[in-house]
């Protein structure tokens, strides 16, 4: 139980486009999704804390209006990068609280490439 | 504000060996511990939850303790195999109902045949 699964896992892009991506808890009811950023052997960053039917929190220092977080249902949220450039090709990486324990569970990341 | 450390960040052993890896954080109220692996771009994989009222967790040849007051944790791997080669992180959960995570830098573990 508490599988978390993201779409797509993988995209490349060109600069100024947007790529969104899903995250979805399979298997129970998430009223909060957190989204994370890992850089190349670097730990991973919180970028946004997001609760089903209200605007997300963002971290000191991320751009709301660059990362657009979307929860609209209790299991799935939605990360769309607006207007990609080079700099923000990582490894993004989303994850649900709920489930049986007082943990996050995570997904299996989405390697965004942007050329 | 609540940090958490890790040590060693990386860390190659031959097959076989028993090894700890070790974590320490600054503020002791707590509300759980715990310790995830991470292979190369993969997501995160619990392994062990410690709740602030337990002293350690098993799972297989994982051991994981928890000491509080003195803020560390140590993650004690039996018989390593080369399986087990990955980045280990841990993280706390400051309080409950917190959900957030704060998350050390991790140990890159190399286990070699």
């Known amino acids: 139980g508490a599988v978390v699964s993201q779409h797509p896992s993988w995209v490349i892009c060109k600069s100024g486009t947007s790529v969104k991506i899903e995250c979805r808890s399979l298997?129970?009811?998430?009223?909060?999704m957190f989204w994370y950023r890992q850089f190349p052997k670097q730990s991973l960053m919180l970028m946004a804390t997001?609760?089903?039917?209200?605007?997300?929190?963002?971290e000191q220092g991320v751009e709301k209006d660059k990362f657009l977080i979307n929860h609209a249902s209790l299991t799935l949220s939605t990360l769309t990068v607006t207007s990609a450039h080079p700099e923000d090709s990582s490894f993004y990486i989303c994850?649900?609280?709920?489930?049986?324990?007082?943990?996050?569970?995570f997904g299996p990341g989405t390697r965004l490439t942007v050329l | 504000k609540q940090e958490v450390t890790q040590i060693p960040a990386a860390l190659s052993v031959p097959e076989g060996e028993n090894l700890v890896l070790n974590c320490s954080f600054t503020?002791?109220?707590?509300?759980?511990l715990q310790w995830f692996r991470q292979d190369p771009g993969k997501g995160l994989t619990s392994l062990l939850l410690?709740?602030?009222?337990?002293r350690e967790q098993t799972s297989g040849r994982l051991n994981a303790s928890l000491d509080k007051s003195s803020g560390r944790s140590t993650l004690y791997i039996a018989a390593s195999q080369p399986g087990d080669s990955a980045t280990y992180l841990c993280?706390?959960?400051?309080?409950?109902?917190?959900?957030?995570?704060?998350f050390g830098q991790g140990t890159r573990l190399t286990i070699n045949p």
């Open positions: 993280a706390v959960m400051e309080f409950q109902g917190a959900q957030k995570l704060v």
């Open positions: 298997d129970f009811q998430a009223t909060t």
């Open positions: 994850s649900a609280f709920g489930g049986s324990m007082d943990t996050q569970y």
């Open positions: 997001s609760n089903e039917g209200s605007k997300a929190t963002y």
């Open positions: 503020d002791s109220a707590i509300y759980n």
């Open positions: 410690i709740q602030s009222s337990q």
